[in-house]
């Protein structure tokens, strides 16, 4: 079973940083890709970041320059650094891999981030 525990959100005012955590429970993290979602509310789950086995990252356009991810193989964990925050960037992140040999999504619980104007 691969549980993905999410760390690191909370509040913080517009122009501040956050960093969040997923730490995996699973056999193999090496050559799964990672990624950062987020869901506003009324709004559909939306891509925010994704790192690659080989580190390979993109980003959606709203959030590069401001959002950093990256990944710690040997612990098992990924990142996203925001800085810059933005009113917008305000929504319940969801970490997520997806498994390279089966295509298999798992997804964390989901931590809150709000960002205060």
């Known amino acids: 079973q691969v549980q993905l525990v999410e760390s690191g959100g909370g509040l913080a005012q517009a122009g501040g940083s956050l960093r969040l955590s997923c730490a995996a429970s699973i056999t193999t993290f090496t050559g799964n890709t990672l990624g950062w979602y987020r869901q506003a509310p009324g709004k559909q789950r939306e891509l925010v970041a994704r790192?690659?086995?080989?580190?390979?990252?993109d980003y959606t356009d709203s959030v590069k320059g401001r959002f950093t991810i990256s990944r710690d193989n040997p612990k098992k964990s990924v990142y996203l650094q925001m800085n810059s925050l933005k009113p917008e960037d305000t929504a319940v992140y969801y970490c997520n891999l997806q498994a390279r040999l089966s295509g298999t999504n798992y997804w964390g619980q989901g931590t809150q981030v709000t960002v205060s104007s």
């Open positions: 790192i690659s086995s080989g580190g390979q990252t």
